[in-house]
């Protein structure tokens, strides 16, 4: 069926988890040995807190996995965005199947299908339920009405007796 407005249309937008992936895996690679470097010149920095270069050396690092830091901020914020869009995009979908099921009833409808009959295979696995509900109720209702009907003649043959 061609739909007006394609809804197909702005799903190759998302991007994709590889290039999720890629991003961390190219912030990754190189931390570890800003961690590394960073032990080793905080160690330094407070033995030696009056020299310039190990605390420009220091606070470089410290540049340096802040700046990290925020792009994996970023990239989170990008995800949780994605996910938000494709939230939106599958309610639309939602809505749309929703229409489209109501339009096949009507169609089924005008063509003829009646809907509710129990020798049609199709129906019957969608109407399974109303079957049941109805062979459940109807079992206890001949039950229910057996005893009422053997209580009954009971009583009335233990006054006749008399």
Do not use: H
């Not at 340096?64 to 965005?81: E, T």
């Amino acid at each position: 069926m061609e739909l007006e407005n394609d809804p197909l249309r702005d799903v190759d937008n998302f991007m994709k988890t590889d290039q999720f992936k890629e991003k961390i895996n190219q912030l990754d690679s190189g931390i570890n040995l800003l961690l590394e470097e960073f032990k080793k010149l905080y160690v330094i920095t407070k033995m030696n807190p009056n020299n310039e270069e190990y605390q420009t050396q220091y606070q470089n690092i410290i540049n340096s996995l802040a700046s990290i830091l925020s792009k994996l901020f970023f990239i989170s914020n990008d995800v949780q965005v994605n996910i938000d869009n494709i939230n939106k995009k599958l309610f639309e979908f939602d809505a749309l199947i929703k229409k489209e099921r109501e339009n096949n009833r009507e169609l089924k409808i005008k063509i003829g299908i009646v809907e509710n009959k129990t020798y049609a295979a199709s129906e019957m696995i969608s109407d399974y339920r109303d079957i049941y509900d109805e062979r459940y109720l109807r079992n206890w209702s001949l039950f229910l009405s057996s005893i009422i009907c053997l209580f009954t003649i009971s009583i009335i043959y233990k006054k006749q007796g008399v």
